[in-house]
Every structure is written in structure tokens, then in C-alpha cells.
């Protein structure tokens, strides 16, 4: 449904995409996990046609970007990081604005409209102000309007960006019915390690280059084993330590030494007992997409 081809963009001479390549499939939840930087933005500004890559090329649904942009904007609905809302209007109000702009009106404007507040849980808000709702209620309104002439695919940039973790879930169960429901085919970015989990499969950008790509699990499974961070004084100096003692590569990060490994309980045990006092404490978790992140780049999401 989506198919990115070496993609190169600059600004200037700052490379923000570098050489990126990948398909999204019909159906798929799909998304760009990166650092602020990252080129996330830049690569949904390309695929939304509001900006012309410098070499590569994007075919969605069959269309090129570059080449037929009117008919991707017929395929796509797009949400962008800042919001698009009229505040003093009720929800009905802007989704009858944005129909209009569709060229859309009458009986089936009203069907679109109630199909996607249905959708996005906004019946019983149609009446409501914009300015009167929360955080996670106004993103909602704005899927909506992406999705009133009925795209096949959907472009979300930073969507849950300042929401909090129930208002976030709540949008990504809402996303999800899409993809259920309508066959919608989503590509969204984030840079919060959560929501990334939940799509189906994604890519790490780092600085404008893929650094990986695959399910969540598959992205955690590059982590042979757990992730044990310690808490020292002297950070290099231990790092060269348990290099020597125990022939493992520890990073050394915002204070903190972290080690892949298997078995890491046993590895806790010995390590506090080759430095007593020299550890002020220990942790211990199975790979996350931060870990994965770090991993490849020695750099962190957050
Ligand atoms: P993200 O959305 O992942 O934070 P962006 O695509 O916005 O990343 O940015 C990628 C790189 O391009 C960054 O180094 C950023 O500073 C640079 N950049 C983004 N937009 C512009 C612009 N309009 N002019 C110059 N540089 C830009
Ligand atoms: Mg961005």
C-alpha cells in the first residue's frame, strides 16, 4: 500500500533522510520510532505531498508522490503534529467544514460524518465546542476530518504527542478499529517507546537513516538476553572493569553502565560480589525498543 524508495532528502546540506527504504501492506499499523531529528517528519511530509523528496520515490496505493499528487491526497488522510481544529466550532462544525472543502455535502456528507464519529466515539460530543474538549478527545476530531473522504490509507505525525498514557492507549484502540473495521491502512510516527509497541512492525530512524526494522518482538529479540543497568561512581572505570572481568562490552550512559546479557540475574550476583561498595544500585529488565535503540546506535529515543 505504501512503498518508500531510497529516499534521500536535505535541507540545505543537513542530510535529514538518508537512503530510506520500506513497504507498508494493506491493513498495516505501521510506524517511524526516532528521536526528535530523527527525520520523521520529514518523511511524512514527503509521503503527505507537501514536500518533494531530493532523489528516492513514494508510490502509495498505487500512486507516485512526486508525480501524482492530487491522487495521493485522494488516497491519504493526514493528521499533522499541530493541530488543525477551529476551536470555536463544535465538532459537527469542523467536520462539515472540512467535508465542504472535500466538496462534499447533503445526505452523504452527513453519512461520512456519522460513520466517522461513530469511528472515533464522538457521537455524544457532535454538539460539543472544540475548545471544551481534552487533549486525546481533539486528536480524535482530527482522525475524523483525515478520514471524511474515506482514504485508504492514514498519516499521523507525533498524533498522541502530549497525551497522557490512558488518553494514548485510548487513541491507539481507536486506530486500531480503523484497521479492523474499514481495512484502513496506517503509518504513524513516534518517538514514545509505548506506542511504538503497539504497531505492527516499524523502523528506527536515526538521523535520517533506517537502523532497523521488524515487529516489536523481533526488534527486542536482536537483544540476546536481558539488560542489567548499574548505577557507579566512576562509570569508565568500571566499564573497563567488567570488560576485563567478565569479557562483556557495557555502554556507558547518562551516568549509568549498561549490559546485554544473558542470564543476567547471575551476572548481578557476580558482579556486586567482584566490586563490593563500588555499585550504588542494580536493575534488571527484559529488552525494550529504548534498549533495541541504544543497541544499534549508542544514542537514546528519549
Ligand atoms: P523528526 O520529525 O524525527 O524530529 P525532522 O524530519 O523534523 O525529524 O528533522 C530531521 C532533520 O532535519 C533535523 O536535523 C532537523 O533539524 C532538520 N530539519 C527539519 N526541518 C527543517 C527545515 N525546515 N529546515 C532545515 N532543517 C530542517
Ligand atoms: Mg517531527
Redesign the pocket.
Known sequence: MIEVKNLTHR?GD?V?LSNVSFEVKKGEIFGLL?P???????LFRILSTMMVPASGAAVIAGHDVEREPAAVRRSVGVVFQTQSLDKALTVEENLRAQGHLHGLSGADLRDRMERAMERLGLADRRKDLVETLSGGLRRRVEIAKALLHRPQVLLMDEASSGLDPAARRDLSRHVESLRENDGVTILL?THILEEAGRCDRLIL?HQ?SIVAHGTPAELRARIGGDVVVLEVADTQAMAAAIEQRFHVHPSVMDGQLRVEIKDGHRFITEVVEAFPGSIDSVGLHKPTLEDVFVHETGASIA
Do not use: D, F, P
Open positions: 535541507y543537513r535529514a526516532g526528535n531529528g530523527g527525520g520523521k517528519s520529514t510516527t530512524l535520517g
